[in-house]
């Protein structure tokens, strides 16, 4: 038990270490502006395919 509570606080210390070091580079902005990149282009291109998807299935509603 003492060896697992052992890696969990070394895991939290070092975490910190990082994420300390990019809020005093700015490089946080950098990061989340990226992941919100990211996410817009996958909602955008999962909206499109749902166009796609209605627009194929009003066509083969309308041809039967």
Do not use: H, P, T, W
């Amino acid at each position: 038990m003492m060896v697992i509570a052992m890696q969990v606080f070394a895991q939290d210390q070092k975490a910190g270490v990082s994420s300390d070091s990019l809020y005093a580079s700015d490089k946080i902005y950098v990061v989340v502006v990226c992941a919100a990149v990211i996410l817009l282009g996958l909602i955008l291109f999962l909206f499109s395919i749902d166009k796609r998807l209605k627009k194929l299935e009003k066509y083969s509603s309308s041809k039967n």
